[in-house]
């Protein structure tokens, strides 16, 4: 027989990815306690002992969306031959996480807080942190393709990263808005069409 008082055992880690996808459904403003609780299978007293306050169970959600649906998207990219493949790895990818039925569309660092608000701006500014990290990532791999030849060194790796990490997040958009796997497939084409003029452009003058 249970002792009494004694907190139900639940599987935090299952717990987590369920909180994890209402999030990234419906935003951490929209997100309510009783969402959380609801969803998790957990009351409140639960939820703050484990986790502490809805911030800090959304940051740990967010590490647990980078250590899986993030790996499922940057995962080819550090082992692509080349940093074209590094770039097509992460567009294509996309697409398919992105579109998946058994998950919501779109990616929950992108579309989760856009706007400062009184009570999450903290939140956003994590948000913006790790989206930079992306453009880091990508920047990183492109560096690599100067120092293998494929990419002209005075090429602007810096806006090329930006440009495509800004195409990979109105991916996530079109995604929202149900936009399919094939199309955000064109989507990615289309952006590496542009890949010769792009590495073999020379950076603009300062002031230019």
Same mark, same amino acid.
């Given at each position: 027989?249970?002792?009494?008082?004694?907190?139900?055992?639940?599987?935090?880690?299952?717990?987590?990815?369920?909180?994890?996808?209402?999030?990234?459904?419906?935003?951490?403003?929209?997100?309510?306690?009783?969402?959380?609780?609801?969803?998790?299978?957990?009351?409140?007293?639960?939820?703050?002992?484990?986790?502490?306050?809805?911030?800090?169970?959304?940051?740990?959600?967010?590490?647990?969306?980078?250590?899986?649906? *993030? +790996?499922?998207?940057?995962?080819?990219?550090? &082992? #692509?031959?080349?940093?074209?493949?590094?770039?097509?790895?992460?567009? %294509? !990818?996309?697409?398919?996480?992105?579109?998946?039925?058994?998950?919501?569309?779109?990616?929950?660092?992108?579309?989760?807080?856009?706007?400062?608000?009184?009570?999450?701006?903290?939140?956003?500014?994590?948000?913006?942190?790790?989206?930079?990290?992306?453009?880091?990532?990508?920047?990183?791999?492109?560096?690599?393709?100067?120092?293998? *030849? +494929?990419?002209?060194?005075?090429?602007?790796? &810096? #806006?090329?990263?930006?440009?495509?990490?800004?195409?990979?997040?109105? %991916? !996530?958009?079109?995604?929202?808005?149900?936009?399919?796997?094939?199309?955000?497939?064109?989507?990615?084409?289309?952006?590496?069409?542009?890949?010769?003029?792009?590495?073999?452009?020379?950076?603009?003058?300062?002031?230019?």
């Amino acid at each position: 027989m249970a002792e009494r008082g004694r907190p139900r055992a639940f599987d935090k880690e299952a717990a987590l990815t369920r909180a994890m996808e209402v999030f990234w459904r419906k935003g951490y403003e929209g997100t309510s306690m009783t969402d959380l609780t609801q969803a998790m299978g957990i009351a409140s007293p639960s939820l703050y002992a484990a986790f502490g306050s809805k911030e800090e169970l959304f940051r740990d959600a967010l590490r647990h969306y980078s250590a899986t649906e *993030g +790996e499922e998207i940057w995962g080819g990219v550090p &082992a #692509a031959p080349t940093a074209f493949a590094a770039v097509e790895s992460y567009l %294509m !990818s996309t697409a398919r996480v992105f579109t998946r039925r058994s998950k919501p569309p779109g990616c929950l660092i992108v579309l989760s807080a856009l706007h400062p608000a009184e009570h999450s701006d903290r939140v956003r500014q994590t948000l913006i942190a790790m989206r930079a990290e992306a453009v880091t990532g990508l920047k990183e791999r492109l560096q690599q393709g100067i120092v293998d *030849g +494929e990419i002209v060194p005075t090429a602007d790796i &810096a #806006a090329i990263a930006q440009y495509y990490v800004t195409v990979q997040q109105g %991916m !996530s958009i079109q995604a929202r808005d149900g936009a399919s796997r094939r199309e955000l497939e064109a989507i990615a084409r289309a952006a590496l069409a542009a890949w010769p003029a792009l590495i073999g452009a020379v950076a603009p003058a300062v002031g230019a």
